[in-house]
């Protein structure tokens, strides 16, 4: 098993930035992706971004109405540290939510439901 552990959340202005880290546990050599996903109150919870766990490969996500985050969030990883981090910079009113990491063994990136293993999330909200 591979054991997630989101830290970094809080309360932040419009404008400003957080980065949120997931320290991963356990079986990490049966990782190959650990991505960003975030959940905002009544909603569903949609793909961020993610990283290959061994070829450092990025993918990050669209959203609805034109909403992107590349640009604004970036995703990085240290092997070293078993760490994978979100850096939120400009963050907007919008962005609030609960931030989850995911590990993934096999499957398409985007997919919520293709990812193994989860984090317990921390919150991220942003004032105006």
């Known amino acids: 098993q591979v054991q997630l552990v989101e830290s970094g959340g809080g309360l932040v202005q419009a404008g400003g930035s957080l980065r949120l880290s997931c320290a991963a546990s356990?079986?990490?050599?049966?990782?190959?992706?650990v991505g960003w996903f975030r959940q905002a109150a009544g909603k569903e919870r949609e793909f961020v971004a993610a990283?290959?766990?061994?070829?450092?490969?990025?993918?990050?996500?669209?959203?609805v109405n034109g909403r992107y985050v590349k640009g604004r969030f970036t995703i990085s990883r240290d092997n070293a540290k078993d760490m994978v981090y979100l850096q939120m910079n400009n963050l907007k009113p919008e962005d609030t939510a609960v931030y989850f990491c995911?590990?993934?063994?096999?499957?398409?990136?985007?997919?919520?439901?293709?990812?193994?293993?989860w984090g317990q999330g921390t919150p991220v909200t942003v004032s105006s």
């Open positions: 995911a590990s993934l063994r096999e499957g398409a990136w985007t997919n919520v439901d293709a990812y193994d293993y």
């Open positions: 356990g079986r990490t050599n049966t990782i190959n992706t």
């Open positions: 990283i290959g766990w061994a070829s450092g490969t990025i993918m990050y996500g669209d959203y």
